[in-house]
Structures are given as structure tokens and as C-alpha cells.
């Protein structure tokens, strides 16, 4: 019953580099979201999918792709990184059967730019 | 725009003392209401959620939190805190589009 994973927990990159954050969910959720939190930031929403096909744009988007590959999965991508997209980033997915439901969270990936 | 906010950064409290959390948020509609809370290395956990009926609202590991409309107020509530609730609190409000607004977070310590 893994729920939400993500995939690397951690990574350092060099600026410039490009970089996929993976995000995989096993509750047949329609709706998947990407966050990132930062120090004295709270969590801010950087892109979601309502459903398998569809993205939007969050409050964060610049800098960031994400591709819905299948409803399990929902991955982030950084094209070109630079430092201010040191952070932590958690992906989440939420169920709409029956009226709202609260969203999981995975464990988050730490990731750093050099 | 919805907005949620937290308006504790840190909080320090000793051991058995009481906790009260503040949150506002600055939707006049319905609104669903959430704390998580973030130990330390870790992902959120959900405390506790309001979505209607009771204003008062009971969560895990003691918590309880009392939704004031006219305060637009969600302040989360425990008696007597212990050292293992050192972590940080986040207050949330559901969005437009199903996602989650977060408070910016309260960083409480306990001291043993």
C-alpha cells in the first residue's frame, strides 16, 4: 500500500542541468498536484492535473513542465535549472468520488542547485 | 484570490503547556478547512479537517481545532503539548481547482 512515491528523494544538480522528478500514485486518484515548499514559504502549487491528459498552471510555474503520462503517474520536469529551484518538492493526488476528499502526500524530493 | 494565514513563525513552548495556533483565511464562501503537520524530514500528515456541521473539530493525537466564520478563523488547539510534537504546522484552504492554499507554516519546538 505505497500511496504516493516519488522518485530520487535527493539530488544535487549544476545549474543548467535538466532533471525529471517522477511521481507515481496506486489510489486510482484523478487528480495529481506538484508543490514546492521553501523556508518561510509554505507549500506553493506549481502545476496539477485534473485528470489523465490535462494540466494546468499553478501559482509557480515558470522554469517547470509536467507531463500526466497515465492517471498513475504525473512527473515534473527543470529544463534548465537554476538556484532559486533549490527546494523541496512534494507531489500529491486526490480522489473526487463521493464529494472532496484530502489530498496525499508523498515523501517529497530534496533537491539542489549548484 | 483565497489566502491563508499563519501568523505564529515559531513557536516555543515547554512541555504541558497549551497550544493554540492561529489561522485566517479570506474566503467569505464555504470553505474547507485542513492543518497538516510536517515532522521534522517528513512528508504532511493530515490533523484534522472541516468541511461543515461542527465548528469544533477533533483530530489526531489531540488536536482539535474551532472554525469561526465571523473571524474567518481556523485555529488549531491541544492542552498540553509534548516534546514529540515538535514540528511545522501548516493551516490550508482548498483551492479553485482542488488543490490545497497553504498558510506559510508555524515552526512550534517543544522543550523537554
Known amino acids: 500500500n505505497a500511496g504516493v512515491t516519488q522518485t530520487p528523494k535527493f539530488q544535487v544538480l549544476k545549474t543548467g542541468q535538466s532533471m525529471t522528478l517522477q511521481c507515481a500514485q496506486d489510489?486510482?486518484?484523478?487528480?495529481m498536484y506538484w508543490y514546492r515548499q521553501d523556508p518561510g514559504m509554505g507549500l506553493r502549487l506549481i502545476y496539477y492535473?485534473?485528470?489523465?491528459?490535462?494540466?494546468d498552471k499553478g501559482e509557480v510555474p515558470n522554469g517547470y513542465n509536467v507531463s500526466r503520462l497515465n492517471k498513475r503517474e504525473f512527473s515534473l520536469r527543470l529544463e534548465s535549472a537554476a538556484p532559486s529551484q533549490t527546494s523541496v518538492y512534494f507531489c500529491?493526488?486526490?480522489?473526487?468520488?463521493?464529494?472532496?476528499?484530502?489530498?496525499?502526500f508523498g515523501d517529497g524530493t530534496r533537491l539542489s542547485i549548484l | 484570490a483565497q489566502s491563508v494565514s499563519q501568523h505564529n513563525h515559531h513557536v516555543i513552548l515547554s512541555e504541558a503547556a497549551s497550544l493554540e495556533l492561529g489561522c485566517n483565511y479570506s474566503?467569505?464562501?464555504?470553505?474547507?478547512l485542513f492543518w497538516y503537520v510536517q515532522y521534522p524530514g517528513q512528508h504532511l500528515q493530515l490533523l484534522l479537517k472541516?468541511?461543515?456541521?461542527?465548528?469544533l473539530v477533533k483530530g489526531i493525537k489531540g488536536f482539535e481545532a474551532e472554525f469561526i466564520k465571523s473571524k474567518f478563523s481556523f485555529n488549531l488547539r491541544k492542552p498540553s503539548v509534548q516534546w514529540s510534537d515538535t514540528a511545522e504546522y501548516f493551516c490550508?484552504?482548498?483551492?479553485?481547482?482542488?488543490?490545497?492554499?497553504f498558510g506559510k507554516g508555524t515552526k512550534l519546538s517543544v522543550k523537554p
Open positions: 472541516y468541511f461543515s456541521g461542527d465548528p
Open positions: 474566503y467569505g464562501g464555504t470553505v474547507n
Open positions: 490550508a484552504v482548498v483551492g479553485s481547482q482542488g488543490n490545497l492554499i
Open positions: 500529491a493526488s486526490r480522489g473526487d468520488r463521493g464529494g472532496w476528499k484530502p489530498q496525499h
Open positions: 489510489m486510482n486518484h484523478n487528480s
Open positions: 492535473s485534473a485528470s489523465e491528459g490535462t494540466t
